[in-house]
């Protein structure tokens, strides 16, 4: 497999379907050194600091939804302990997950070598979720998106610079 044929292109697509969820990423983190209870999960995503202006706060019912989902995917295994009393129910990668966390610690590096790209990425896509995206699918470009993107005046069709 080659950069540029098809079948990467494939692969790619399959390697963004492992973080389709938007807090897939952080429980197999929470989870990177080893299996977790969900309390301890929800302790350790809600005490990371993603963005300096919006706290983390993941909520205990979508943890438990979305634990159930990666479960039924076959990202994570859950472990039943009935030997004690009360039940206990733990949570880990797939060996496959955890081998895929040691395969992408250089994409990781990658992006720590680029903050200026990936910075742009995130205001881009920010201003997309809270502008653009609306119901008559129109928004106002911002200047300062303007100067600070290089932008293909063909996207802007439909859009005032205003």
Not at 59 to 73: F, G, N, Q, Y
Not at 92 to 109: C, Y
Not at 117 to 143: F, P, R
Request: net charge negative; glycine share 8%.
């Amino acid at each position: 497999m080659t950069v540029g044929n098809e079948e990467f292109l494939r692969g790619l697509y399959s390697v963004k379907c492992l973080f389709g969820d938007k807090w897939a990423p952080a429980i197999i983190v929470a989870l990177a050194n080893g299996r977790m209870r969900r309390v301890n999960i929800l302790s350790t995503i809600n005490s990371y600091s993603l963005d300096s202006d919006k706290p983390v706060v993941l909520h205990d019912s979508i943890l438990a939804r979305t634990l159930k989902k990666m479960t039924r995917e076959g990202l994570l295994v859950r472990t039943r302990r009935t030997e004690i009393f009360p039940p206990r129910v733990y949570y880990s990668l797939k060996p496959e997950i955890a081998e895929f966390l040691r395969v992408v610690e250089p994409v990781v590096e990658w992006t720590r070598c680029h903050p200026g790209l990936i910075a742009q990425i995130q205001d881009y896509s920010s201003y997309c979720d809270d502008d653009v995206q609306t119901m008559t699918g129109v928004g106002e470009v911002g200047v300062d998106l303007l100067d600070d993107a290089v932008v293909d005046h063909g996207d802007l069709i439909g859009y005032s610079t205003g």
